[in-house]
């Protein structure tokens, strides 16, 4: 039966974790089942203010709002199981993105789920929606897959949202640049994307420059801080708190939109953050704030993660947040899918030396200070 007056929608199915990409790729979608599996044992799933629902598939013509139509036959042939000639020149092969059957289905399911948690938040059936499958297309391009990224569900989400006459703020928080959102919302003033991330003169895409701020309409609408390898949770919030919430508030948004990458996470295999599962739940909190004084719907999505541990326990963690529910402290006996995670919340200190953390705090001040002095006096700050 449905959640009695639910505030916030989960959006999954674990048709979303079964598949494989390849035997060796990083991006293991059982991780999905872990997480799901984890809220099922906290009783999360239980609470009258959650209401789960099954994701769609997003149609054509909505993957078409943010893809090129060529594009999309490719990614169809591929999923069909034909020898595609040039298919390198959309992003496919050995590596990130393998060809796959399939791959048109999952894609197509990650921003149907983006899409519905719009539709579930624009209905008032929910004010909050989270669809932890989607964010992980966030590098995706118009006319190419990448960074493990087919259709961008987040850019398709959003320009259903402007197409409702919605101004979106678009909040980043992978260690990757959100390259390919930027991209996507480029050249238009009804979205604001920020990206806090890794920088990339250390981490692939190898952009998100200060210097990134759009194009035309979108001047001064496309918003990076980049951060250095090693910054922790105390740095990670130091660069959050000086730039977000100012730009969130000046910016106005009608809707929040958060990608909510935990590959920031001090174990992941692919970056070198170091914030621990309460440090990037301490971020969900300050939207969940934000959302409130705003007086505006919140919609999420997952993202990278590569630490199966941390995704399970911070995506729980992210979902009772948004549903202003409580978690025990230590993972509840009952859960087995995965095993040695005593608590939610990571334990023991993480220690830098002295002087790498002077470069760490040298390094994330350049960049809050370029933000600060390219796009907030645009929005009079």
Do not use: C
């Not at 609470?47 to 598939?57: C, F, G, M, W, Y």
């Not at 992980?136 to 320009?159: E, L, Q």
């Not at 859960?335 to 390094?363: C, E, M, Q, W």
């Amino acid at each position: 039966m449905p959640a009695a007056n639910p505030t916030t929608a989960l959006i999954y199915s674990d048709e979303q974790s079964q598949h494989v990409l390849s035997p060796t790729h990083p991006m293991r979608p059982i991780r999905l089942h872990h997480m799901h599996e984890l809220m099922r044992a906290a009783k999360l799933l239980d609470a009258d203010a959650i209401l789960s629902q099954s994701p769609r598939e997003a149609t054509e013509d909505e993957i078409a709002t943010s893809h090129d139509a060529d594009y999309i036959e490719i990614v169809k042939a591929i999923d069909a199981g034909a020898i595609v000639i040039g298919m390198d020149r959309y992003g496919f092969g050995p590596g990130d993105n393998p060809p796959r059957h399939g791959v048109y289905r999952h894609a197509a399911l990650a921003a149907g789920g983006a899409v519905l948690a719009t539709e579930l938040v624009l209905n008032g059936t929910v004010k909050n929606a989270f669809s932890p499958a989607g964010g992980m297309h966030h590098h995706a391009m118009h006319n190419r897959a990448s960074g493990f990224g087919i259709f961008n569900d987040a850019v398709i989400a959003i320009n259903h949202l402007i197409d409702q006459g919605l101004r979106t703020l678009y909040v980043d928080i992978d260690v990757h640049h959100g390259d390919g959102v930027q991209a996507g919302l480029y050249d238009t003033d009804r979205a604001m994307t920020v990206s806090i991330h890794e920088s990339g003169q250390w981490l692939f895409p190898g952009t998100g420059s200060p210097n990134e701020t759009g194009i035309g309409d979108g001047e001064g609408y496309s918003v990076n801080i980049p951060l250095a390898p090693y910054t922790d949770d105390t740095l990670w919030h130091k660069a959050f708190d000086a730039i977000i919430p100012d730009l969130a508030r000046a910016f106005a948004p009608d809707i929040l939109f958060t990608q909510l990458g935990i590959d920031t996470h001090r174990n992941d295999p692919l970056a070198h953050l170091s914030l621990t599962t309460q440090g990037h739940n301490l971020a969900v909190k300050k939207f969940a704030r934000l959302a409130d004084e705003l007086d505006i719907p919140w919609i999420a999505v997952g993202g990278g993660g590569y630490d199966m541990a941390a995704v399970a326990r911070a995506w729980t963690m992210d979902l009772a947040t948004m549903a202003k529910q409580s978690l025990p402290e230590r993972i509840p006996s009952t859960y087995t899918s995965l095993t040695n995670l005593p608590t939610f919340n990571d334990l023991g200190d993480y220690r830098i030396d002295a002087d790498t953390r002077k470069d760490i705090i040298r390094h994330n001040r350049q960049g809050i200070d370029a933000v600060r002095n390219q796009i907030f006096p645009k929005f009079g700050l």
